[in-house]
């Protein structure tokens, strides 16, 4: 996926604003690595295992996955990982 522009508050670890199009490509080069047909690069002959089932993100409402968390707006603060 790449890094993310913004803040990350620990080096190495870019997680604000995440660009929809580059994980985008990342989910489709990990679904497509993980169809059962990618050849295992440790093992000649053999493919790498199926993956059947997998979740796109872990906990949105933790800020250590993703930023902002929270977003002013003309009336306060408003949840904003929800809809990043």
């Known amino acids: 996926m ?3 522009p913004g803040p990350a508050g620990t080096p190495g670890r870019e997680r604000d604003a995440p660009d929809p199009r580059a994980f985008a490509g ?9 169809t059962g047909r990618f ?14 089932l997998w979740t796109t993100w872990n906990e949105p409402n933790n800020p250590d996955f993703l930023l902002p968390q929270w977003q002013r707006d003309g009336r306060g603060w408003r949840a904003a990982s929800p809809y990043v």
């Open 26 to 34: 990342f989910a489709q080069a990990v679904a497509s690595r993980y």
């Open 39 to 52: 050849p295992d690069p440790n093992h000649r002959g053999r493919r790498l295992p199926a993956v059947r």
């Open 2 to 4: 790449g890094p993310s």
